[in-house]
C-alpha cells in the first residue's frame, strides 16, 4: 500500500525537486518531495482557494494542512501584514514549509501536530484543502475544530470537489456555522466561505 501524505513521519524514498510558479503577477520557487501532498505543484483547487481568499485576509491566518507550503507562502507574499501560522501532521511537509519560506523571502510560523495540536491562538481566518482521503470523521473534526478556533468576525475557507461530496460538506458546515456561502465553483471545486457570524467579506 502506497504511502499517505496524511502521515505524521513519512519514509519513503526523498525525491526532492523544484518548482517553480507565478502567481497573480509574483514568481515563487518550491522545494517538494515525495510523501507530501501534491508534489508535482500547485493543484487547481488550491489554486482556486487562493484566487478567492487571497484578497480578503487580514489580521491572523491558519494555513491548516500547509503540505509543502503553498497557501502560505503565497499569502505571506502578496498579504505581507498577515500574521500568518503554518501547521500539518506530515513532518516531511512541515520542514519543506519551513525551506520555502526562508527560499521565498518571508517569515511565518510553522508547526506540526494533529489538526489545532501544536496550535495555540485563535485566527482571523482559516485555510483549509481538507485530507479527504484521511476519512470523513477526521476531515469533519477538522470543521469542528476550526469553528472553535475563530474569532466571532472570523472566517473559515475551504475547498472541496464536488465528487468528493461538497454539497453533504455543505450541510455539515451549515450545523456548525452561522453562516456558509458557496463563493465560487470551477472544474469540480466548490470554495466555501464559513463565518460564526453573517457578515459581508
Not at 495555540?120 to 470523521?137: S, T, V
Amino acid at each position: 500500500m502506497s504511502e499517505q501524505y496524511f502521515e505524521a513521519h513519512p519514509v519513503s524514498a526523498h525525491q526532492l525537486r523544484e518548482i517553480k510558479l507565478s502567481f497573480l503577477g509574483t514568481d515563487f520557487v518550491f522545494e517538494t518531495d515525495a510523501g507530501v501532498f501534491s508534489r508535482d505543484g500547485l493543484d487547481d483547487g488550491t489554486e482556486l482557494l487562493l484566487k478567492e481568499a487571497l484578497p480578503h485576509l487580514s489580521g491572523r491566518v491558519l494555513d491548516l494542512g500547509c503540505g509543502w507550503g503553498a497557501v502560505g507562502v503565497i499569502s505571506k507574499k502578496i498579504k505581507p501584514a498577515a500574521d500568518l501560522v503554518m501547521t500539518d501532521i506530515n513532518t516531511r511537509a512541515a520542514e519543506l514549509a519551513k525551506r520555502n519560506l526562508r527560499r521565498n523571502g518571508v517569515q511565518a510560523e510553522v508547526v506540526s501536530g494533529d489538526g489545532f495540536e501544536a496550535v495555540e491562538g485563535i485566527f482571523d481566518w482559516i485555510l483549509l484543502n481538507p485530507p479527504i482521503r484521511a476519512g470523513k470523521q477526521l476531515v469533519y473534526s477538522l470543521y469542528q475544530d476550526s469553528a472553535q478556533r475563530l474569532r466571532d468576525s472570523g472566517t473559515l475557507a475551504i475547498v472541496i470537489r464536488k465528487q468528493q461530496g461538497a454539497l453533504s460538506t455543505k450541510d455539515y458546515l451549515q450545523t456548525l456555522f452561522e453562516e456558509v456561502r458557496l463563493i465560487n465553483r470551477k472544474k469540480g471545486y466548490h470554495i466555501y466561505f464559513c463565518g460564526r457570524t453573517k457578515h459581508e467579506v
